[in-house]
């Protein structure tokens, strides 16, 4: 089922890197309408609990730590086609990779500190979406 809605995360590096308010611009101009947002700060257990998914791989720790060492800012993010179309504004994984002008070209420092988090499907999107915000923070 496609949805007109995706969730991402600025990460702390990009936070701590003084990034946001340039990363949100990005987006907005994309056309990209924010729903909901917020600044908070993922616990050991919430980042846990959030990458459960690859609580097998051998970077998750890494990948924990990382994600609750400083605040984040939480985002829904509406536009047709949201999560195919968020996925190519924030570029590769790998910065490295990552075609010029997207996001984690302009802001990310390596594969594990990739300024932004999107989700990967529709299913994902609204998963990682109501694990950060309540119906009431939506708009």
Same mark, same amino acid.
């Given at each position: 089922?496609? %949805?007109?809605?995706t969730f991402t995360m600025i990460k702390p590096d990009a936070v701590k890197n003084g990034h946001t308010g340039a990363i949100l611009e990005k987006i907005t101009a994309a056309g990209f309408r924010i729903v909901a947002l917020k600044k908070t700060q993922?616990? %050991?257990?919430?980042?846990?609990?959030f990458y459960s998914v690859h609580s097998e791989r051998p970077f998750f720790g890494e990948l924990v730590n990382f994600m609750s060492s400083g605040p984040i800012i939480a985002a829904i993010l509406e536009k047709e086609n949201a999560v195919d179309d968020f996925r190519t504004l924030i570029g590769a994984t790998n910065p490295a990779d990552a075609a010029d002008g997207t996001i984690r070209k302009l802001y990310a420092t390596s594969i594990g500190e990739n300024a932004v988090h999107g989700s990967d499907s529709n299913d994902n999107a609204a998963i990682e979406g109501t694990f950060h915000f309540a119906g009431r923070e939506l708009f």
């Open positions: 089922m496609t %949805t007109n809605r993922l616990s %050991t257990l919430d980042a846990e609990a």
